[in-house]
């Protein structure tokens, strides 16, 4: 098998075409570590070759792949992401503050995670190996947002690695992403009923339940400092904030969304906040209810 990838100084995956000629490509094998030669003749095709000779390495185009996503997510230090479930947001861009390879939580060990304003984001990089439902009850114990990214169809790909289109596909495709954990509820009832409240009674108790075998969410009406505040609770753990416009409030959940990656949507006028904050904001509204 012709070698055409190999690891630079950095450590950082380069294929033949982009290192200099013999021993200046200052590479090692991707698979046993040994230094490489650029062999970039005029009559083979260009490829590495170990400087002890032995026979080349058979290279795991799957590790190299993992390895490769890692390294764009890392340079990029964020990543496009689609909307969170049961959420009125967007697709974004999601920046992250640190990014670390290879860190535990606990039981689980992710390929890299990502701080969003100080909350650890997960990130999956699937290439055969997809979240089982083992790992996925430990994400559910943490609570941590997850998102798995499928790189299959980039495996099967004639996109070169590393290319930037290869990068692309990792970075920007939203189609290859997905949401693990919040886990997306059924979402027709959410969008067919958009944060209509029901018109009733007094102070935090629960004011309606859905009538199905899970209950897709749960309203709350609040006051504080003699406005109504509504509370749409997902049974994905998300909030849903609705206010009566007054500035103090408007500026207190500004902050929260602030301190917590919560969001705004101008459609509904509604503050969302997703867990583990969204308890927060809970307890703090509970503890201003008039
Ligand atoms: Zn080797």
């Not at 013999?22 to 570590?33: D, I, L, R, S, W």
């Not at 904030?241 to 902050?255: G, W």
Request: hydrophobic letters at 35%; a negative charge; glycine letters at 4%.
């Amino acid at each position: 098998m012709t070698m055409n990838i190999a690891l630079d100084e950095n450590n950082k995956l380069v294929s033949i075409e982009q290192v200099k000629r013999g021993f200046a490509c200052q590479c090692t094998c991707f698979e046993c570590g040994e230094t490489v030669i650029a062999r970039k003749g005029e009559i083979k095709e260009h490829h590495f070759a170990h400087a002890s000779n032995k026979t080349s390495c058979t290279i795991n185009t799957e590790s190299v792949l993992q390895k490769y996503a890692k390294e764009v997510i890392l340079e990029s230090m964020g990543l496009m992401l689609p909307a969170l479930p049961d959420s009125d947001n967007a697709a974004a861009w999601w920046s992250f503050e640190t990014l670390l390879p290879e860190f535990s939580l606990g039981l689980i060990r992710p390929d890299l995670v990502g701080y969003f304003d100080g909350e650890p984001i997960l990130i999956e990089i699937a290439v055969t190996h997809f979240i089982d439902a083992e790992k996925l009850k430990r994400i559910e114990i943490f609570k941590s947002k997850c998102i798995e990214i499928n790189l299959s169809s980039l495996l099967k790909s004639n996109i070169s690695i590393p290319s930037p289109d290869a990068k692309k596909e990792i970075i920007e495709n939203l189609d290859n992403k997905k949401w693990v954990y919040p886990i997306q509820m059924e979402q027709s009832s959410t969008q067919q009923n958009p944060l209509v409240y029901p018109q009733i009674i007094n102070t935090p108790q629960l004011i309606s339940e859905q009538q199905n075998t899970l209950p897709k969410w749960q309203d709350y009406k609040f006051t504080v400092k003699g406005m109504h505040v509504n509370v749409r609770h997902f049974s994905s753990g998300m909030i849903s904030v609705n206010s009566a416009y007054n500035p103090e409030i408007i500026a207190m959940l500004k902050e929260w969304r602030r301190e917590g990656r919560g969001s705004y949507n101008p459609t509904y006028k509604s503050w969302n906040y997703w867990l583990p904050f969204s308890e927060k904001v809970l307890e703090r509204l509970k503890a201003l209810n008039e």
